[in-house]
Nanobody, 128 residues
Framework: QVQLVDSGGGLVQAGGSLRLSCAGSGRTSSGYAMGWFRQAPGKEREFVAAISWGTAGVYYTDYADSLKGRFAISRDNAKSTVYLQMNSLKPEDTAVYYC??????????????????WGQGTQVTVSS
């Protein structure tokens, strides 16, 4: 079983950047698609970005439309770690960010119901 630990959140001013990390332990997570989701107070958890498990170092990525160009997802399978680089942060990006592993085959990598293993979340707060 894979365990995921999210880190890298914090308080940042609008326009700033943060890089979140998601470290996998236990059974390697390198064979799974991985995603980032976020949940703001009073709102549902929403898709942020996802990355496929990859073949020969080639990965497929997907992003929420509103975040394209500002956020970038990447992975280092040798370290069992997935990253989310967040640039030009806005106050509306404030949320708890969760990484997740998609173990089951099928479904969309943007659909949170297809993700089976979740990290504990890391808080990102963007001040205006």
């Amino acid at each position: 079983q894979v365990q995921l630990v999210d880190s890298g959140g914090g308080l940042v001013q609008a326009g700033g950047s943060l890089r979140l990390s998601c470290a996998g332990s236990g059974r390697t997570s390198s064979g799974y698609a991985m995603g980032w989701f976020r949940q703001a107070p009073g709102k549902e958890r929403e898709f942020v970005a996802a990355i496929s498990w990859g073949t020969a170092g080639v990965y497929y990525t997907d992003y929420a439309d509103s975040l394209k160009g500002r956020f970038a997802i990447s992975r280092d399978n040798a370290k069992s770690t997935v990253y989310l680089q967040m640039n030009s942060l806005k106050p509306e990006d404030t949320a708890v960010y969760y990484c997740a592993a998609k173990v089951r085959v099928g479904g969309s990598i943007g659909d949170k119901t297809w993700y089976d293993i979740w990290g504990q979340g890391t808080q990102v707060t963007v001040s205006s």
